[in-house]
């Protein structure tokens, strides 16, 4: 067994052990814990993040929709003022022919003359209303072909704005990588503890040993027979003898080889 001293020391030393481990483990503990929220803080704001990518594609796309419908209803529109002005290039038509009409018509009195000049003057209404209606006809066809043009061109335009549209939204948005997981850290191992508490059992130990006091020989008085020589007993030794008749009670060695034979003093 060890002395108190040695004993305390290893009580000392094993608690502060102890306290060190456990401060150890409460300090990873914490560590790993901040880890773990900052990792569900990120998540959450992954997730926010997602959602509102989502929703603004989505707002984006409904206003693509309505983009699309207007550039559709300007090409409608364009396409009714381009058949509204050949609608007017016809009527205006039909009006300067209606005027070449009356013309020729004017012109073909010739009054009371006859002969080769009358009929020839009566004539020349008919060919200049003819060149007239050959004009129109002509300016007509190449009006007709230039509103197609514009038309098919207002087309392709509107075509291309509406592909532009579509191709702001055609994709929705795609997440990012998510957050990765921290690496936690790892307890302290009890391996530590169990290896410091043997040390200090062994320290303590050792330092016993080093401090007991050097054995002297002597027995421990009271109890103990005392032997000497080939084996002669001197009886139990004793610094004061128990009270007899209210004598003190005091051995006297009469012989080193006999028994001890008290005697009792007044």
Known sequence: MC????????????V??????????AGVKNRN??????????????LVETMLNNNVWKNDTIVAQYDEEAQFGAMI?????????????????????????????????????TGVTAGRLAAQGVKEHG???????ANLVLNQELIQLNKERTRNQTEANINSIFEKVRFP?????????PELEAKPSTASLVLGLAASAVSSY????????????????????????????????????????G????????????????????
């Open 3 to 14: 002395d108190p001293v040695s004993a305390g020391m290893f009580a000392v030393s094993a």
């Open 16 to 25: 502060s052990q102890v306290a060190q481990h456990q401060q150890a483990v």
């Open 33 to 46: 814990r901040a880890r773990l929220n900052q990792f569900d803080a990120d998540n959450n704001s992954y």
């Open 77 to 113: 529109g364009q396409w009714q003022e381009y058949d509204e002005q050949l609608d007017k290039l016809f009527a205006d038509s039909d009006f300067r022919l209606q005027e070449s009409l009356i013309k020729m018509y004017k012109n073909e009195y010739a009054g009371e003359g």
């Open 131 to 137: 060149f007239r209606m050959a004009e129109e006809t």
């Open 173 to 181: 948005p795609v997440p990012g990588q998510t957050p990765i997981p």
């Open 206 to 245: 050792g330092f016993s040993k080093l401090t007991a006091p050097a054995a002297t020989g002597m027995t421990k008085v009271g109890g103990t027979p005392v032997t000497f020589g080939s084996g002669g007993t001197m009886g139990t030794l004793s610094p004061v003898g128990p009270i007899q008749g």
């Open 247 to 266: 004598q003190i009670y005091t051995p006297q060695i009469q012989n080193i080889n006999s028994a001890i034979t008290p005697t009792f003093a007044a």
